[in-house]
C-alpha cells in the first residue's frame, strides 16, 4: 500500500491538518488570483 505525503490522517494532530490545509489553500488562492489578473491585464 503505497501512502502519500500529503495524507492527512497520517499527520497526526489537528493543528498540523489544518496547517496543512490552510497552506494547500493559500497556495491554490494564490496560483487562481495570479490567474485572475493575467486575465484582466490582457483584455
Known amino acids: 500500500k503505497t501512502v502519500a ?14 496547517k496543512t490545509l490552510v497552506d494547500m489553500y493559500k497556495a491554490e488562492y494564490a496560483k487562481e488570483w495570479g490567474r485572475f489578473v493575467q486575465g484582466v491585464t490582457v483584455t
Open 5 to 18: 505525503k500529503d495524507d492527512l490522517t497520517l499527520e497526526g494532530s489537528p493543528e498540523q491538518i489544518q
